[in-house]
C-alpha cells in the first residue's frame, strides 16, 4: 500500500520560512514525479512545484517561485518544500502527491497518489 505523509507545517509570521517534508512509502520512488499542491480555505487546489522523477527538473507556480525551493531525496524516498519570505496569502493546506508521468504538464499531469496534507498558517 501506498502512503504519502506531509510534515513540517505550522504557524509563522510573514516573512519568515517553513520547510515541509513528504516521506513515500510503497512505491518505487526513483520513478515518480513529486508535486506539492496547496488548498486556501474557500479555494481551489493550486499546484505549486514539482520535482520530476529523474531528469533532475523542477517547476514552480510564478506564486512561489523565487521564494519556494523543492528538493529530493531518493535515498529516504522523501520530497522537501524550502518556503521563504512568507506570506499570509500562503495560508492553507499543503499536500504531496505522486505522479508516474507528468506528460506535457507538471501542473494538469495526473497524480495517482496523495498525502493526507499539512497545514500552514501565515499570520500577518
Known amino acids: 500500500e501506498v502512503h504519502l505523509v506531509e510534515s513540517g507545517g505550522g504557524l509563522v509570521q510573514a516573512g519568515g520560512s517553513l520547510r515541509l517534508s513528504c516521506v513515500a512509502s510503497?512505491?518505487?520512488?526513483?520513478?515518480?514525479?513529486i508535486g506539492w499542491f496547496r488548498q486556501a480555505p474557500g479555494k481551489e487546489r493550486e499546484a505549486i512545484s514539482c520535482a520530476s522523477s529523474s531528469e533532475g527538473s523542477t517547476y514552480y507556480a510564478d506564486s512561489v517561485k523565487g521564494r519556494f525551493t523543492i528538493s529530493r531525496d531518493n535515498a529516504r524516498s522523501m520530497v522537501f518544500l524550502q518556503m521563504n519570505s512568507l506570506r499570509p496569502e500562503d495560508t492553507g493546506v499543503y499536500y504531496c502527491?505522486?505522479?508516474?508521468?507528468?506528460?506535457?504538464?507538471?501542473?494538469?499531469?495526473?497524480?495517482?497518489?496523495w498525502g493526507q496534507g499539512t497545514e500552514v498558517i501565515v499570520s500577518s
Open positions: 510503497g512505491l518505487d520512488f526513483d520513478d515518480y514525479a
Open positions: 502527491a505522486a505522479s508516474w508521468a507528468l506528460g506535457s504538464s507538471w501542473v494538469t499531469a495526473k497524480y495517482d497518489y
